[in-house]
Structure formats: C-alpha cells, structure tokens
C-alpha cells in the first residue's frame, strides 16, 4: 500500500469540480459533486462545453436504432450519432478509450448493420478500432423469430491513439502450476521443440474477448424504471480495464447511471449526461446511494492496483 492513497469524499453540491465544465449553461439542470457531476441535456450539448482530450474513459450505450422507446425528450427519427462520435473524438485524451456497447434493430427481415456503421464512422474520425469485443447474454430473451435468438452485442473499443491504460482482467488458469513445455509450431505448421524455460505457469491467464453476464439485478436496482440498463459487472469491467483510479469517466447516454455508480465504486471521477430528466434522477439516487457505501467502505483504492499487480480476477467475474 502507501501509494495512491486518495479517497471519494461526499459531494458538494457548490463546488464546480471540473474547469472543463465551468461554462455549463445555468438553465440545465445539474448536480455538481466533487467527484460526479450529472446533467439533464442532449448529450451534444454536453461535450460542447468540455474542453479537447478531457475525458479518460467513455462506457456508453447509444439508443439502437428504434428498438426502445425512451420518452418524451427522445425522437429516434431525428437521432444521429455521426456528430456525437466525432465529438467524442475530440473530448477523448488521447490514450483515451470508449466502450460502445451497441446491437442492431431487424428492419424489413434485415439487420440494420447500425453498428458496424458507427464502428467504421468512429474511425473515419479518427479513433483505432483498438477491439470489436462481445457481450454475451446468459439468458437471452426468446424472440421466436425465423434466426437464432440474439445472444449477444458488440462492445467496439474504440481508442484515441494507443490505450494509455489497460489492467487486463484475468481468469484461473487450467495449467496452473504446471511445467512450460516450451513447443510451438513455426509459420509452416512444423512442431517445433524449444528448450525448457523451467518455469510454470501461472495461476490466472488473460480472458478473452467475449464477456459474458446476466441481466436482472440491476433492472431491479433501478426500479425497473429504465428500459434498456446494462449489467452492472460490464461496466465495472471495463472501468477496470481501460482507466485507473482518479480518472475521468464519461456516459454521455447515462440512463439509469450504471457507468456513473461503477466509475465511483472504482474510485474514479464521472460525468454523465441524459436528455430525460427522470432517468438522470434514477441515475443520481443510484449513485449517490454509491458515494455513501463508497465513503462508508473507506476504501483508499488501492486495493483495485493491488489486484491488478497480483493478477487477481475483478470484483464481478462472472464467467
Ligand atoms: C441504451 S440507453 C442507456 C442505458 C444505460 N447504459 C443504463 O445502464 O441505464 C440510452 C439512453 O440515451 C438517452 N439519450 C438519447 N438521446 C440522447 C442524447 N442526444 N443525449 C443524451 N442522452 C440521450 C436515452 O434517454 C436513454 O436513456
């Protein structure tokens, strides 16, 4: 321990925290916190007043195609996401990342293909398409349509330059302990037999890239209230991964606040926005219930970097 020994403190509803935000338009309706901040706003709007390479990490879900109804401020007819990628471009540090966690409507007995247009699009604007990662559903809903039921989404990595931060989640290695053989096969496919390195493997190894989880507690957590809310543990995961406590972490489709409550369980700062006013009190009660078990937990954070030193799994593994 001994370093980094920074803890959340409750918020304080007169401090503006971030200077990146210090020009937010008075008539929006905000929470201004010392480690969160909460606006009622059209996204766009939002990143207007954030100043370049602000933002350290982004874990978002963009409304899919027509696919949900969000209210009454939500016009899916009139929603286009080019301007709000390529903004998203310029508020991302660079090494910065976003996780797009998104999944096509069927339209006319075709996929909308949506998805793989912004992933192209986050690229014509500048970001690597660093990883094209799935979420995999447990427990798909059956849809009793003429395909196989949709069992997962994409979560694209997109990253401003190369990520300056990645803390790989790891999984129990099945040859823990064992001896390294030290074979592997050349370009031509030919066994080859390299010397014995002596060593043993490890006891975890890295996951891959296929995520798997559960829906269900936090459709509970947040009243049931909002129609399309993400597991709480693939927030937390990506958190984990791409950003290190004491940076900046943004939803600018907020919803119910996940990415806002596991970016404060991790000890990082966040900004979120949603432009209907009841998800972002849905999100505010979630979070700050977050801020009081964070304070009441006492937590200096270190304990994420401990684990991440030793290897360890993340707190919500659930494959
Ligand atoms: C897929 S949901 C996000 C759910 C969230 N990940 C969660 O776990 O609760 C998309 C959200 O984007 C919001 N939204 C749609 N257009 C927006 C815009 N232009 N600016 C900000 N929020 C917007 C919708 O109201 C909706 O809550």
């Excluded at 210090?22 to 706003?41: E, F, I, P, Q, R």
């Excluded at 370049?52 to 009454?72: A, E, F």
């Excluded at 809903?141 to 979560?155: D, S, T, V």
């Excluded at 997109?158 to 290695?173: C, E, Q, R, T």
Aim: aromatic share 10%; with cysteine; glycine share 8%.
């Amino acid at each position: 321990m001994g370093h980094d020994m920074r803890k959340i403190t409750p918020p304080r509803y007169d401090d503006v925290y971030f200077n990146a935000m210090a020009k937010m338009d008075n008539d929006m309706k905000t929470t201004l916190g010392n480690d969160y901040k909460l606006v009622c706003g059209d996204c766009l709007d939002v990143m207007a007043e954030m100043a370049d390479n602000t933002i350290d990490l982004t874990v978002t879900s963009p409304p899919y195609d027509n696919l949900r109804d969000y209210g009454k401020d939500f016009d899916a007819a009139v929603f286009d996401w080019h301007p709000i990628i390529k903004e998203l471009y310029r508020v991302t540090a660079v090494g910065g990342v976003v996780v797009w966690v998104v999944a096509d409507a069927t339209i006319n007995g075709s996929e909308t293909g949506t998805s793989f247009r912004q992933a192209l699009w986050a690229m014509e604007y500048g970001f690597r398409l660093h990883d094209t990662m799935i979420y995999k559903r447990q427990n798909p809903q059956p849809l009793n349509h003429n395909r196989y039921e949709q069992g997962f989404e994409y979560m694209f990595i997109f990253s401003k330059g190369k990520p300056k931060s990645f803390n790989p989640l790891k999984k129990p290695s099945k040859m823990a302990g064992k001896k390294r053989t030290g074979t592997m096969r050349n370009s031509g496919g030919d066994m080859l037999v390299k010397k014995h390195t002596g060593g043993r493997y490890s006891p975890t190894s890295m996951r891959d890239n296929v995520f798997v989880y559960a829906i269900g507690t936090e459709v509970h957590n947040a009243g049931g209230k909002h129609p399309a809310i993400f597991p709480e543990a693939l927030a937390n995961d990506h958190i984990i991964s791409w950003s290190n406590p004491g940076d900046l972490v943004f939803d600018p489709f907020l919803g119910s606040g996940t990415t806002g409550k596991m970016a404060i369980h991790n000890g990082r700062k966040f900004i979120g926005c949603d432009i209907e006013a009841d998800y972002v009190d849905i999100a505010r009660q979630r979070i700050e219930n977050e801020v009081t078990a964070v304070c009441n937990r006492g937590d200096d954070f270190t304990t994420t970097k401990t684990e991440k030193a030793n290897g360890q799994i993340a707190l919500w593994d659930m494959t």
